[in-house]
């Protein structure tokens, strides 16, 4: 405890995990076990059994502990009067080192993130891994994007240099919030670590590098791999060759987008129920999941990468008896890289070996099934992607050869009982006594379970052989007892008293009558009879002893010849480990592609045109999961329309309606079909047209929940009507509101010049916003019915609604009747005083905003990032510099844009393409406000 003071240290005692002294005192109520203080000395203990380690992990974990397990080990060199065990601490596990912990969620990645920063140049180095999978990426970023570039990866701890733990105040606290993620340090040395073990034993396997990695992405890495090391106390673990993520690659989403999306959670309780990820994911596979939230975290802006998806979307979309079949073998194939890892770090078992082999062959049979097809529909994309998978017969008939898969059942049907058996226990109010044996514990041909078939070699079969000849002379000496002591059942068995034999006795005389005919009893099970089923004793029998002894011998050297071949299974799955994982990533790919020609199906999705301008064309658009809420209720969906962007077409589009009207429903569908669309995914909508997004900045109404069928405004009203008069027309007064609202459609559309859509409830900014080129107004409405009640237009129109119909909708969440009348009276009273003002934007002349600069600016900062996009990747340094500069300073230059601060309304995003009219923007921002 004193060498690991931040650790909780378990310390195993044969089958317990025990806690001592004061963590003890302190734990023992979080983990809700009982305190008891050892007999001699008083010592505060509390311990729970082996097998519910996860299960106590997890508590600790969740609350932010690391725990050090000090395991129990048999002490190999002990001599006589030596300790016959040893215990060291083995691991340290945190919340981004675990391997094979039952709680590992498999549709997630469970990254642990190293940052490293420059603080003269404000960058940061972002190093992340799954150490279950062995992914690994880097990438370099500015400071002013590290929560956006935090949320994207959501990793389950992170990792600093020391440094900042003691300086509270350092700027990179504004940036990682210390609620939500668990952040560890590492003395700041380690990562100035001029090699790191990574690169080391990626170029000692061949593996030569394509990309370059700068030095602060490099300082990352060597933080993140010491730490490892340390933890896993120099367990090697498999690394895969690092992934750089790229921004220019992908569309960035910043981290309120995100949230506000939905795109992988809900925003009313963040969880995965409610969420886009939710709605779409069909996938057969664990990896296969987790590859479609890391596609949707990060879709592409390669129109390469987007078309081949899409190719083969299309391909299992036209080819429904293909998909199906596919989809059956998929159900074979299991999570190939995490069960290599937990492999070759000697965790896994003959399970995973079998689920291994099972893989290897599914994966055969989608490559034949696909080839089948592919005769009779030749399609480019596919035959490529399947032209990548490898052989891995060699590996699949080793395995084949020396597993017993029947082992593996009766292993499953044992846990079963065992687990049963526990509960049953676990329900019992007081310990019981142990049963008396039963007779199918000695069926000794049954108990056995050997993982290894027995006719793997010669040798092997022939331990076999002998070991089943001593079984035939056990049961002869049974028989043989059995006869001399006049009973009708003896056990014989190997217990931690010896070899002995068990016999029932029915009466006490034939119990005395035994007793005398064997030689002698065990001194602390005197033969006495135990009433009611208790009756049995036990007796040591020298022929038994022999014989039971001659047993163990050859089942121990069967044990010795099972581990060998383990070891050398294990280093044929170590040495296959690259072709396993290039394997399962086509298999991934595969099964996300499948999973989404499904969706498409299901949902009458439509594949999208996509290409490198930059307009936004959707027609009849949908939400996927507001449509999916709605059709669970039999309501019907209003399709819209978007067209903004492209030449001289409309680019800003200022929507106003009713609350409940579908404002921000239409703001988010028209993001989540481009990011939909840029994942290689069809999308909801007759017909799409998408000019490749590269950044969606989105503000929707803070606790919104589409799924939940409540608008913004009809959230605030039930807080209001039930709960609290919080931040009702949140944020500001009206004259606020309005004058943030107008300087962010004026930033948008002056100089970001990105494709908007701003939803408002404040419609004086329709007038404000007239003269500007490219900008128009879209509204949605209610119409009143006959009887006083109205519905919503959820379809929108040109034009302008400055009806909020905001007393309706507080009428609907149950506001009092008499509060309600108070607020008619006073809106009509308000109505009567209100004058429109006609606004004359020459006030703006005021402040001298001279947009031909800013213009120059910011084309400035595109051109330098275009320059350094030419640079090749495997170019020279001085290249690879200058263009991470430039990206840097675009992404500080965005940052620095960011409006966040000062509103609710907010929006920017970054350029990308040479269009006149569009200089190099693209983006869609999204606001709303109420
Ligand atoms: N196109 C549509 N078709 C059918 N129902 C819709 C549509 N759009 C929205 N809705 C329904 O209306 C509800 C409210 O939509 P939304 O939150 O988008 O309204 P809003 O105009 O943004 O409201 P507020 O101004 O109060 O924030 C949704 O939860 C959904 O049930």
Redo the contacts with the bound molecule.
Sequence with gaps: MKKYPHCVVLTQVGFLWELYFQQATKFAPLLDIKLRKAKKDRIPIIGFPVHALDKYLQILLDEGHSVALCAETPNKNAEYGDLKYVRNVTRIITPGTLINESFLDHNKNNFLLAIALDESLQSTGLSWIDISTGEFFMQKSVLAALSSDISRIRPSEILLSDVYSVYAEHKIWNYIDREEYSVSFEPGNTFDAKTTSWEADLKSEGIEFHEVFSPIEMKASAGLFKYIEKNLFGRKIRVEHPIRVNPEDTMIIDATALSSLEITASMRDNRRKGSLLHAIQRTKTASGSRILNRWLRLPSTSLDVITIRQDLVEYFYNNTHLTSDIRVFLEDCSDAQRMTQRLSLDYGGIEDYIKLKRTIKSTNEIEKRIREELLTTPNNSMETIIDRLHSQDDLMSKIDGAFNEEALIKMQEANIELNIQRKINKNKSFPQASPPPQDSFFDDKNTDNWYIKKNYSPALKRLHVKLDSLYSDKVSLIEQLKKELNVTKILLSHTPHGFVGTVSCKEENQFQKVSSLLPFSLSELKPTFVKRDRRYAMYFIPQWNQLGGEIEDIKTEIRKFENRVFADLRSKVIQNWNLTVQNSCIVDELDVTSSLAILAKEMNFVRPSINNGTSLKIIGG??PI?ET??KEKN??????DCHIGGDDKERVWLIT??????????LRQNAVISVLAQIGSFVPADYAEIGIVDQIFSRV?AS?S?F???????VEMIETAHVIMDEVGRGTTTLDGIAISFASLYHLHYQNRCRTLF?T?FHELSEMIRDFENAACYC?GVKSNEDGSFH?M??LKKGVNRN?CALK?AQLAGMPSSVLKVAEHTLKYLEQQYKPTVINMDFLKELEIDNKNDKTDSDETMTEKKKANKSDKTDNDEKVTKKKKATAKSQQKLADDDLSSRSNIKSTASSRKKLKSLPSSLGIAIS?T?
Excluded: C, E
Excluded at 657 to 666: A, L, Q, V
Excluded at 708 to 714: A, D
């Design positions: 949908r939400h507001v809420s709605l309501i019907f969906y209003s399709k819209n309606g009713p609350n409940m009207g579908g404002k921000s429903t239409f109404g919104d589409l939940q069928n409540q608008s913004t405004f009809m939803a409830h949605t919503y959820h379809q909020s909708v709303a109420i």
